[in-house]
């Protein structure tokens, strides 16, 4: 069984096959960072159409690096959301055409719950049931994994997502798009006890949830105050960018940890953009409690990689998307039926 996976939520086009034998056998990535650079984010028209050029072409290249024909797959997955609308109806229009005109049958599949998945085709594996931390440019959730398929929102963000956080801080910091793992990288020079910025809502409150409004203010603030004071060099906004990175990414660490504890679950799954970040694959990689699970790094971002494997788990559940065309730009992970598979 081959499948197709189709990425095009935001401003990445991943492409890539999964062959139950063999895995991931052909994958490739077109990113719109040249299409955005000059606006200091993502603009979501130019984003659709660039997946529009780009889309089929990517497919054709995917094919030809796993030497494969069309005729050769045996289903389509394609990111149905959550994403921005435009660029969604790209990868869902066509991928859903494309399985009319092969024959085959097609998937919408959960963009997160694709970030989730890419843990899984790492060779060592977590066992159900485990802990999830998923961190991207719209999403910081903690998730209790029962099954496959069986979400349990037990954290999440009640303002910024984490990825976001580090984008805007970036842009504050003068920093080009995209933003995140620029901000990362000037942070590895920088200072991080210099200013201490504020872990939220880590000792007020014993819930789970997470806020990152304010700490991307407290950065605002401090950085303005330097700048006032003739204090705005290199160095300076290396110092507030480890600050603010160890700020974001030890509340992360600390509430996994809170969750682990309440859930007595003993592995932890942290998929998404942001789980690309070294300080927090350091972080966790130390801890001897609990085991922690990353996928590699062109899979922590957004892939087709993770889309046609979790496009091949639900295909072979036995799911399947009707011929009329349908993105959901909001889709709670909840709302997904749960997939009979054997991992453990
Ligand atoms: O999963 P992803 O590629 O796209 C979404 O689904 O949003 O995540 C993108 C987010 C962006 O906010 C980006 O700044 C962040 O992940 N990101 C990072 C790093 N690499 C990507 N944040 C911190 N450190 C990184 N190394
Ligand atoms: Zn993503």
Not at 20 to 33: C, F, K, M, N
Request: one cysteine or more.
């Amino acid at each position: 069984m081959r499948i197709l996976g189709i990425e095009t939520s935001c401003d990445e086009t991943g492409i890539a096959i999964y062959d139950r034998e063999r895995g991931i056998v052909a994958d490739t990535l077109y990113s719109q960072v040249s299409v955005h650079e000059r606006y200091g984010g993502v603009v979501p028209e130019l984003a659709s159409r660039d997946h529009i050029r780009k889309t089929l072409p990517l497919i054709e290249t995917t094919l030809n690096q796993a030497g494969l024909k069309a005729r050769d797959l045996d289903g389509i997955a394609y990111t149905a959301g959550p994403g921005l609308v435009g660029a969604l109806l790209v990868g869902a229009l066509l991928g859903r055409s494309l399985a009319y005109g092969l024959d085959i049958p097609a998937i919408g599949v959960h963009h997160m719950e694709g970030h989730l998945l890419a843990a899984l085709l790492e060779p060592l594996k977590p066992t159900l049931p485990f802990l999830a931390l998923l961190v991207s440019g719209g999403h910081t959730l903690l998730v209790e994994v029962a099954a496959l398929g069986v979400y349990r929102i037990i954290g999440q963000s009640i303002d910024d997502a984490v990825g976001e956080a580090f984008d805007k801080t970036a842009k504050l910091l003068g920093l080009p798009y995209p933003g995140g793992p620029a901000l990362a990288q000037l942070a590895e020079r920088g200072n991080p006890t210099r200013f201490h910025f504020p872990r939220p809502m880590l000792l007020d409150r014993a819930d789970l949830d997470f806020s990152f409004s304010g700490l991307k203010t407290h950065a605002m603030v401090t950085y303005k105050g330097l700048v006032a004071k003739g204090e705005d060099t290199e160095s300076t906004r290396a110092d507030i960018a480890a600050a603010f990175q160890a700020a974001a990414i030890d509340t992360l660490v600390a509430k996994s940890k809170r969750a682990l504890a309440q859930t007595g679950l003993k592995q932890l799954v942290v998929a998404g953009g942001v789980s690309a970040n070294q300080y927090l694959r350091r972080t966790l990689e130390k801890e001897t409690e609990f085991e922690t699970f990353f996928p590699r790094l062109k899979y922590c971002t957004d892939n087709g990689a993770m889309i046609a494997y979790a496009g091949y788990l639900r295909l072979q559940n036995g799911e399947h998307s009707e011929l009329t065309v349908g993105v959901k730009p909001r889709w709670p992970l909840s709302e997904l039926k749960s997939i009979q598979s054997n991992l453990g």
